[in-house]
């Protein structure tokens, strides 16, 4: 059974991911030299780790769709 901090922490998780999901539907992004191997997530712990160990260049602008 999780104890109310668990649960407020996996809520506050949640909201989190729905937030990041919202706002990256709002720009373009394009990456040069990364592979789409190189987005797979490895860990997901404080920060998500991914197989390019976080150094993914990318050049973003707004979304104008």
Known sequence: MQSDADKLSSFAWAKFYLALAELVQRFDFQFEGIRAEDF???????????????????????YDG
């Open 40 to 62: 797979e997530c490895i860990s997901d712990q404080f920060i998500i780790g991914t197989k390019a160990k976080g150094h993914l260049k990318a050049f973003v602008s707004v």
